[in-house]
């Protein structure tokens, strides 16, 4: 069994040991826009391989909250904006283009994980239809897609 070697992001290779080596890739929440899951597939693909390049085999991403806080500072890297179904189809294209190239996907962050204010002790609730209607969908997308980790909680 090879050792776990997971590396942020869902934006792209991020670490201290490559220096300005990393790509900038668009943010999540413009490919989202674009509503394109073959762009969604290339992205996370193009990504991966930079990864595996340089000795990752696991990437904490994709980012696939719905962004229900306007002013939440990481809409940018989740994949369903404000959709849910969006999220549940892109995550799809995601998680199996980034598992293209032998690196596991880690979806993240898992639901209602909707802000950064106050997040060391905010209490984030929702009852239960609004979560597997609102919530869920795009996390329910990377399993289906196979989606190899998640983070649950951080």
């Given at each position: 069994?090879?050792?776990?070697?997971?590396?942020?992001?869902?934006?792209?290779?991020?670490?201290?040991?490559?220096?300005?080596?990393?790509?900038?890739?668009?943010?999540?929440?413009?490919l989202a826009a674009s509503w394109d899951e073959a762009?969604?597939?290339?992205?996370?693909?193009?990504?991966?391989?930079?990864?595996?390049?340089?000795?990752?085999?696991?990437?904490?991403?994709?980012?696939?909250?719905?962004?229900?806080?306007?002013?939440?500072?990481?809409?940018?890297?989740?994949?369903?904006?404000?959709?849910?179904?969006?999220?549940?189809?892109?995550?799809?294209?995601?998680?199996?283009?980034?598992?293209?190239?032998?690196?596991?996907?880690?979806?993240?962050?898992?639901?209602?994980?909707?802000?950064?204010?106050?997040?060391?002790?905010?209490?984030?609730?929702?009852?239960?239809?609004?979560?597997?209607?609102?919530?869920?969908?795009?996390?329910?997308?990377?399993?289906?897609?196979?989606g190899g980790s998640f983070m649950c909680s951080y």
């Amino acid at each position: 069994i090879p050792p776990v070697n997971m590396v942020d992001g869902p934006q792209g290779f991020v670490d201290r040991r490559h220096p300005g080596t990393s790509t900038a890739w668009p943010s999540a929440l413009a490919l989202a826009a674009s509503w394109d899951e073959a762009a969604v597939y290339d992205w996370g693909a193009g990504m991966a391989r930079e990864f595996h390049e340089k000795g990752a085999n696991v990437q904490l991403g994709p980012g696939l909250n719905v962004a229900r806080v306007p002013r939440n500072g990481r809409n940018f890297e989740y994949l369903s904006g404000e959709d849910p179904f969006l999220g549940y189809v892109l995550a799809k294209s995601a998680v199996r283009g980034i598992q293209s190239q032998r690196v596991v996907a880690n979806a993240k962050h898992w639901a209602l994980n909707n802000q950064e204010t106050g997040r060391d002790y905010i209490s984030a609730e929702a009852d239960e239809r609004t979560r597997f209607e609102m919530y869920y969908p795009p996390f329910e997308g990377a399993i289906e897609a196979g989606g190899g980790s998640f983070m649950c909680s951080y």
